[in-house]
């Protein structure tokens, strides 16, 4: 009868042990998959400029506090209502940067920036994140 309790008791230990081994590869693939993401998402896709008037810069969000701005680029685009201004909206991460824009609004400027494949909620609305910013002499 002893026999038997034991075996009985390994058994359950085994299931137990397999049981634990499941749930940490489960874990394990989906903290990698998170990570993978993170990392894929912050990818820079491009960087470059833009030129044009510094129409908005502000803080926002209900959680997360982010720094987004609208630059007004020079032209015009028709549609059926009428004409309507090209607005380029972007994210800035660096507070030095969002006062350096503060000082620019209404004024010619061009932005450097990078694009990343997808801006997660704590960096900003848009994948256009400004990393630098300076006025444009006329």
Known sequence: MSEYKEMVKDGVNNIGNRVKKFFLYVAGFILFGFISYL????FTYSNG???GYLVKIT???YIFKTYEGTLGIAGMAQTKQGFI???WDFSVRNKKVY???DSLQG????LYYKEKLKA???QGDTPYFVYAAERVKQ
């Open 107 to 110: 004024v010619p400027v061009k």
């Open 39 to 42: 990392l894929i998402c912050n």
């Open 59 to 61: 803080k926002k969000g």
């Open 85 to 87: 201004s090209t607005n």
């Open 99 to 101: 006062r350096t824009l």
């Open 49 to 51: 400029t833009r030129s």
């Open 120 to 122: 997660m909620p704590w």
